[in-house]
Structure formats: C-alpha cells, structure tokens
C-alpha cells in the first residue's frame, strides 16, 4: 500500500468517488476491495474474463492518487532478470575495454556501479520514492517458479543486490496482481493478498460506462447495445464479449452513424463484438433481437 497517510482514500465512497473522476466506474465490490487494500497495506490480486477492467483498474488507482504506474507484464519465460534487474553487460564490456591497464578488482568496484545497474519494475517501483502503483500483470502467463520471487519481493519490499546492497521500499507501492485464471495461482500467493473477482458489469453499471467513454452515442442506443451484448453472452460462446468490446461497438455505431440497432446493423458489425467466426454463426442464427430490445 502506500504508506499510512501518504495517499489513503478515507472511505469507500472515496475510492468509488476519485476513481470516477479517473474515467473507471467502479461497483461497491471493487471500491470496498480497493479501499481495505489500501487500509490494510496488502497486494490486490484480481482475477476475471479478459475485458472486464482488470489492468485499467490500475492504471485508474494511479490517476486518482497521482501515482506513478509501474507495470511487470508476465509471460512464459519470464524471469528475474526482466522482473528485477540486469546488468549492462554490453556497456561493463565497453568499460572494461577502456581500462585495459586496470586490475580486475579497480574494474569490479566500477563495473558494479549504478551507471550499470538497468532497474526492472520490481526494483523500480520499490526504490521511487513518490506514490506508486505496481501492477503485476497476468501473473498467470508466468511460470510458477516466478511466484516464489514475488512472495520474497512483496513479502518485505526489498530487494538485495550482492555487489550493492540491500533496497528498502521508503514508501511500499499499491500493488495489484491481475490474473485471467488460465492456471491456479499457488495458495501462497493467494494468501498474501486480498482477492477480487471482477464479473461482466450489471446492465446498468454498463450503461454508465457506455455513456462516459462514448458520450457520442444516442443513450436509447446505447441501452440497445447493452442488452445484445448481455443476450450473447448468455450464449454458449468461445469467447464472450467484454467490456471492452463493448465501447468498441458503441464507437462503432457513432462511426457509421447508425440511429437504431437493426438486424443488418448487428450482422454487419458482429465481428467488433464477437472474435470467433462458429460465435458470429451462431449469434446470427440464435439472436432474436425483436425479443431482446421489446
């Protein structure tokens, strides 16, 4: 969390009121899960379908507290070194080839220096000392031996360096960890942190989304657009449409200027909404849009 004091919300009506102001509109779930996280001083793991607001929420904490955001974006493969920090060694081969004359121990004293330390978002967020979000992004794409490091690293907030020392966080970073639930995520890790599971929004919550991001678009259709969105996703489809699909839709139907939501619209402009040609097929042969918009 941030350090007591230095950027608290001081309620839940605090949270759901700055993180409005950050263009993220948040249910009274997440805001309380936001603020216990923040009063608790404990990571945010958040986990959910893609699309549904988990990174934003990040990036919104950052805005409505003036912090600056530090993201780790997880892969297969990824490791300390891209986690943490590296050396340059390209630049120390420089250096040491400059210094031909020096004995290694001169070298070493140099080599090691911070002019040759390249900082990772762990170490880059532990040592800023402003306000800081540290998003730890689809931690689930990582490898599991990646977790260990986490544990260590958001355990006490610092990071050791043998040729430099240890660094302590002067200010412990708001940490969020998003996972899509591709693969469990160890108990461990779980326990470190407070969970929040982020759903499809309610059609009204999504309406008001709709309205702030795509101001352009006629309200009467934009409540249209929710609720053929909320009718395929309770389709059985590979891939379900989010949040973010969504707003594309919407600014979509402000591009091409349509005035209402009919058949030939919809078929025509599914493939913004749906990323599967067998979901399109079906949503075309199943959507009864007369009985979704009555």
């Known amino acids: 969390m941030f350090n007591k004091g230095t950027m608290p919300f001081s309620s839940v009506a605090d949270v759901k009121a700055r993180l409005a102001t950050a263009g993220y509109l948040a249910s009274d779930a997440v805001a309380t899960t936001v603020f216990l996280a923040s009063e608790l001083g404990k990571p945010l793991l958040v986990e959910g379908p893609a699309g549904v607001g988990k990174t934003e929420l990040s990036r919104a904490v950052a805005q409505a507290c003036g912090a600056e955001l530090v993201r780790l974006q997880c892969y297969e493969g990824v490791d300390e070194s891209r986690a943490i920090y590296e050396w340059n060694h390209a630049k120390q081969l420089l250096r040491i080839s400059a210094g031909q004359d020096e004995t290694w121990s001169e070298a070493k004293s140099d080599i090691f220096s911070e002019e040759f330390l390249l900082p990772r978002p762990l170490l880059s967020a532990i040592r800023n000392e402003g306000p800081t979000v540290l998003l730890i992004d689809e931690t689930d794409k990582a490898d599991v031996e990646i977790e260990g490091l986490l544990l260590e690293v958001l355990g006490d907030f610092q990071i050791t360096i043998p040729e430099l020392g240890t660094v302590t966080a002067t200010q412990r970073p708001f940490v969020v960890l998003t996972s899509n639930a ?54 059985p489809l590979r891939k379900a449409p989010s949040v973010s699909e969504t707003l594309d839709w919407a600014r979509t139907l402000v591009a091409l200027g349509a005035d209402t939501l009919t058949s030939e619209v919809v078929s025509e402009s599914l493939g913004v909404v749906l990323k599967h040609n067998d979901d399109i097929d079906k949503a075309r042969a199943k959507l009864d849009l007369d009985a979704v918009l009555s």
């Open 182 to 235: 591709t693969r469990e995520l160890s108990e461990a890790l779980r326990r470190r942190c407070l969970f929040l599971h982020i759903e499809f929004p309610s059609a009204d919550l999504e309406r008001d989304i709709v309205a702030l991001k795509v101001p352009d678009l006629d309200q009467a259709l934009a409540d249209s657009v929710v609720r053929v969105v909320n009718a395929l996703r309770a389709m």
